[in-house]
């Protein structure tokens, strides 16, 4: 059944209220917290994109909510968010198909970055002493994907570095 333009207007305001104290708890360091707010926005992605395309005549790059979830979900092994991402793709292939990302393609992206990070957190747990700059010879795969995951942890909290010659964990 179509959304009046009342309802599209209230998911409008809901998904940017949502996306906004996402974008707090980021800030705030409660990444976590970003990630489940940010996913209970999605009930609303829909009703806003059809608000804004039609009434604000707006072309989506991107979508906010799902942007925040592609990027710390993974950092997070929260698993279960990224198959519910792919449920919502799969249930409402307007969003998917709307967006000028390719957000299929996103999805499979961050779900390879989470076995990689689940991979490098398996080695750090095993080996305390981990020279970054050896990640990529240890582990295989690319230097950059490992160091790019080491750093995001760093940022967020989740490891600490020390300032040897070069970073060790």
Not at 107 to 115: G, Q, V
Request: aromatic share 8%.
């Amino acid at each position: 059944m179509a959304k009046t333009k009342a309802e599209m207007a209230e998911d409008r305001e809901r998904y940017h209220e949502l996306v906004a104290n996402a974008q707090l708890a980021l800030r705030e360091n409660r990444f976590r917290e970003a990630v489940k707010i940010a996913s209970s926005s999605w009930k609303h992605i829909d009703g806003m994109m059809q608000f804004e395309r039609k009434y604000e005549n707006k072309e989506f790059s991107n979508i906010e909510a799902i942007d925040i979830v592609l990027e710390y979900a993974p950092l997070l092994f929260e698993f279960t968010v990224l198959n519910e991402l792919a449920a919502l793709l799969k249930a409402q292939r307007r969003i998917d198909r709307d967006a000028s990302d390719d957000l299929a393609r996103n999805l499979s992206e961050a779900r390879d970055r989470m076995w990689a990070a689940h991979q490098l957190w398996n080695h750090l747990e095993i080996h305390r002493n981990v020279k970054m700059d050896e990640l990529g010879s240890t582990l295989g795969g690319s230097q950059d994907t490992w160091r790019a995951l080491a750093e995001a942890w760093e940022t967020m909290g989740v490891i600490r570095r020390t300032p040897k010659s070069d970073a060790q964990f």
